[in-house]
Antibody
Framework: EVQLLESGGGLVQPGGSLRLSCAAS????????MSWVRQAPGKGLEWVSVISGSGGSEHHADSVKGRFTISRDNSKNTLYLQMNSLRAEDTAVYYCAKDVTEYVGASEIWGQGTMVTVSS | EIVMTQSPATLSVSPGERATLSCRAS??????LAWYQQKPGQAPRLLIYGASTRATVTPARFSGSGSGTEFTLTISSLQSEDFAVYSCQQYNNWPRTFGQGTKVEIK
């Protein structure tokens, strides 16, 4: 069964850091691009970052550029999101998602999400 | 950044009726458009990609059409499990962007 399981969310103070992890199983992890998408409470979906299957290419939303870093460890089938200089507006459920293929950037498999709350 | 605009914000439909949802892009995204369904407390679920290709487990009552800047998701006969929020997303340009969502509610 294809599965994604996020972890690492929690409460952090403004300006703080947090690292999210996403453990993948049931598919060839290194073959497909992986994304992070977030959803603030009561709001719509916001795409955050994507990384290619090899890890050699990445893109970020302007709202997180310079603060968030996406990475992956294909030997551990794990995706990461390092979040620094966190702001209140980063409060959201963070989902990891697998792209349909390396060339089709729709997200076909989603994790259950992990909540990040930025508050003093 | 490409802005995705969905309409209407809320659609009230009776079970068994047809629902038509729209998504407009601020510039052409070719056919690189996806539709997602999301129910309260759940992760989104991919319904359609490539503007018209159903995902593996998407029922045939869901269909997508359009290209360029105008896209439509049609649910031919609404079932009780279809009442949810539907979001479109373009993946033609960076950054990928979502629409604000259309809530399909029971009339």
């Amino acid at each position: 069964e294809v599965q994604l399981l996020e972890s690492g969310g929690g409460l952090v103070q403004p300006g703080g850091s947090l690292r999210l992890s996403c453990a993948a199983s049931g598919f060839t992890f290194s073959s497909d691009a992986m994304s992070w998408v977030r959803q603030a409470p009561g709001k719509g979906l916001e795409w955050v970052s994507v990384i290619s299957g090899s890890g050699g290419s990445e893109h970020h939303a302007d709202s997180v550029k310079g603060r968030f870093t996406i990475s992956r460890d294909n030997s551990k089938n794990t995706l990461y999101l390092q979040m620094n200089s966190l702001r209140a507006e980063d409060t959201a459920v963070y989902y990891c998602a697998k792209d349909v293929t390396e060339y089709v950037g729709a997200s076909e498999i989603w994790g259950q999400g992990t909540m990040v709350t930025v508050s003093s | 950044e490409i802005v995705m605009t969905q309409s209407p914000a809320t659609l009230s439909v009776s079970p068994g009726e047809r629902a038509t949802l729209s998504c407009r892009a601020s510039q052409s995204v070719s056919g690189n458009l996806a539709w997602y369904q999301q129910k309260p407390g759940q992760a989104p679920r991919l319904l359609i990609y490539g503007a018209s290709t159903r995902a593996t487990v998407t029922p045939a009552r869901f269909s997508g059409s359009g290209s360029g800047t105008e896209f439509t998701l049609t649910i031919s006969s609404l079932q009780s499990e279809d009442f949810a929020v539907y979001s479109c997303q373009q993946y033609n340009n960076w950054p990928r962007t979502f629409g604000q969502g259309t809530k399909v509610e029971i009339k």
